[in-house]
């Protein structure tokens, strides 16, 4: 399905069933605006989707294949996720393809990988909110970083309202977050000291133990972001 240069589109409690392909790459549903690359995004340019589910349509006996499967690639104009859920078998739940605005609200992703963010060069990306977003066990990459831009800072991406376990707090595309500005306060509980074990984190994350110990510290708070073992300073001892 493709929503073409729409104009406060919105999609109230719909199921959007994706069907897989072993030939080629699939994308479920596709928002894009292109009518004028030389004024992108138009104000107007808005899609939401409201209580939406986003499925495979061989869910009950998912076909093997090796071809992407992405449920929801936004391309330009503005995009909001509110109680949406992405069920397991898609590689990709959303891809932000150059979209200028994105608020993730209250959204599922089961996906291999929840979220990937691609900056275009001749479109802009102010932000990308995620407010409360759970992933669930066949989440493997939270977050991708496809690609970066040099101008500064040339997206704001903010993390908001957000609880997991520190196996899931990781991300992608490390060495490509180039200028994009990270607000992150993520709450991630942990099982050691992350001073000692590896727990990925964006700057401002809080890390929590699971069981406290009593006269050792519980709770640091990171001072780098890192997608496998960022910095950590301990903020309750």
Known sequence: MEVLNATDCTFNEVTFAV?????????????????SFN??????????????????????????????????NGYFGKMTLNDCVFRCGFTTGYLNFGVAESYLNDVYFDAETAVSMQPLAWARIDKFVLDNVTYGTNTLTPFL?????????????????????SSQAGYAGADQIGTTKIVSDRLIY?????????????KGD????????????????????????????VVVE
């Open 19 to 35: 069907t897989p392909s072993t030939t080629e790459d699939v994308n479920g549903v596709v928002v894009r605006v292109i009518d």
């Open 39 to 72: 004024d992108l995004p138009k104000d107007d340019y808005q899609t939401t989707f409201n209580d939406c589910t986003f499925e495979r349509a061989d869910a009950q006996d998912l076909l093997e294949t090796d071809k992407e499967v992405v449920a929801l």
């Open 145 to 165: 970083f496809v690609n970066y831009m040099i101008t500064k800072p040339y997206a704001t991406v903010s993390f908001k309202n957000m609880v997991l376990d």
């Open 190 to 202: 942990v099982t050691a000291d992350p001073t000692v074990a590896d727990v990925p984190a964006f």
């Open 206 to 233: 809080t890390a929590r133990l699971y069981t406290v110990i009593a006269g050792a510290p519980s709770e640091w708070v990171a001072v780098t972001s890192d997608p496998v073992a960022a910095d950590w300073k």
